[in-house]
């Protein structure tokens, strides 16, 4: 591929819902430049976007993938992205490194979840998009509708830069109201705007005019005064109101068939932001900024995707941010403090490397073999003192307690799984103490299904999953205090100890705390932390279910000892039975994690999601309405939600989304606490047995 210059550059992240025809789209622009001698099919596993053998058995694209397009001497680094919901993690990381965002939206369904998810995150980055409304030639096809769907959904000036030319069976072509004329083809063919469209076409021209000059004073004047606007006039505003997220384009075609695609490309090369025309949140020197491939400094790369292999070893996309990034460079991962030789550099085209010499400011390329290199590093040049901002990745919704499923498998899993986690951002391992579980945690039962199968296909690492126990807690809700004498004679020395115990609640989040009102050598002062270490015995085990006991002082008062048979494990074994006495009169109880849930659907489903949280004990604190989507917030234990996401979509087909947070705990109702005890106790004896 030939070299490009950075205002040549034109990076845009494709996004919108699952089979909206993303990387078909890709595809057949991919097959368009010339670069691929046929348009391959999603369906055969033949396409340059989806070359992962997950993506090939799915059917489904699940990582982002980089596909450069060449049009008119403009690189287009179009970077497809997963439209299903538990893949929200390379859509974060496709926008960090793209200037804009091309939202793909199904002809027949309009506006769907995933294209609202897309709209929310390029709201959320703050980027510019463009719309493109795929599958013109599908029966029922209607571009009107599509159109009032995206103004009744989302705000902003959405504005048709092009009239379709028949739908459906009949679709044929379109019509560019900038230049006012129609095109057909492959390869754009300019053909006669048919007479009956006419009257439409003039009024949505007019209404394009309108909003280019609205973008700029002189325009604005100068169409005020009665001149018209020139063609490179209208270019420029729309490029300006497009590039400020004032207009928002959209354009009609076919991937599939290969109509409407020479218009998009050349409307991606006018309209889209060139890389020294956006900007890139960062620090320098510690203070908060802003970059632009057209600032004069240093080579700064941000690192937006990592690939882990056990045999290919360790992958990184990054995008040069400001200056070259060359072969042999010595960056600085500030992350670690470790400087990195740049020994690979590669362009990247799917799967398919090319080796480089130079990545030019605002370039998206790859580089291998960088060690404790992840997703989100900045790799800047010594002394710079720049580092790229991180985005911030959703917190996991779906969890899944792991074991190895053999003695080998036990050995290579812990790597293995975080091997995981340093590729995706979303995905986390985590040791449950109080469950002792390992419990992997993801977006939802696809992307945790993805995971487990990576594990086996590129770690050989195959583990059994279950649902995460709930991780419980006891306390007390009172004071209580007990007496225990521990007397043992075997014949020999005996044993001997006298304990008497007080516990006390103290404030949630306390722990454990232990004291001595032993006065007058009732007790030595050498035995107190013994009655400790007994006592620490119960902790983790608890004394009500087998969870862990938390937030309880303990406070030695009295007792009495014996100068011979007293000694260390004597003042042990009391102090562990005397606190599980006094706990049992101080008013024990079961405490259960309270998450913060707020879940956003369709106005419709709003009775439904009510009516449902109320079945989970949850408490609605609080609804708003934005847009056509209802937001409820409410507080709901995490034992009623560990399945929440399956549900929710069953109730809302597909279109409710969430995010959950931890709060806090709280007891658990007294008519439950006796089921979950017995419940656990059931488990530990499994698992002993």
Known sequence: ??????????????????????????????????????????????????????????????????????????????????????????????????EAGLVLVDSVAGVEVGTELAWDRLDQAGKPRMVFVNKMDRENANFKRVLEDLRSTFSGKIIPFQVPIGSAESFRGVVNLVDMKAYTGRTGEIIEIPAELMDDVNEARQELVDSAAETDDELILKYLEGEPLTEDEVRRGLHDGVRQGKIIPVFCGTATGNLGLYSLARAMTSYVPSPEEGSIACTVDGDESTLSAADDKAATGYVFKTIVDRYVGRMNYVRAVTGSIKKDDHLLNPRTGKELRIQNLFAVSGKELTPLDELVPGDIGAVTKLDDVLTADTLATPGSNIVVAAPEYPRPLYTVAVVPSTQADSAKMSQSLHALTEEDPTLRIQYINTTKQNVLQGMGEAHIDVAIHNLETKFGVHVETSIPKVPYQETVTRSGSAHYRHKKQTGGAGQFADVHLRVEPVERGVGFSYESEVFGGAIPTVFIPSIEKGIRQVLDTGVVAGFPLVDVKAVVFDGKYHPVDSKDIAFQTAGREVFKLAVQEAGPALLEPIYNIQVTVPEEYMGDIMGDLNTRRGRVQGMEQRNNRAIVRAQVPLAEILRY??????????????????????????????QIAEQNRHEVEAETA
């Open 1 to 98: 591929m030939a070299k490009f210059r950075t205002a040549q550059l034109r990076n845009v992240a494709v996004l919108g819902h699952g089979g909206s025809g993303k990387t078909s789209l890709v595809e057949a622009l991919l097959f368009n430049s010339g670069a691929t001698s046929r348009v391959g099919r999603v369906e055969d596993g033949t396409t340059v976007s989806d070359w992962d053998a997950e993506e090939h058995r799915r059917g489904i694209s699940i990582n982002l993938s980089v596909v450069p397009v060449v049009f008119n001497d403009i690189k287009l680094n179009l970077v497809d992205t997963p439209g299903y919901i538990d893949f929200a993690g390379e859509v974060i990381g496709a926008l960090e490194v793209a």
């Open 645 to 674: 996401g399956t549900d929710l979509r069953s109730m809302t087909q597909g279109r409710g989304i969430y995010t959950i947070e931890f709060d806090h705990y709280e007891p658990v109702p007294s008519h439950l606490t006796a």
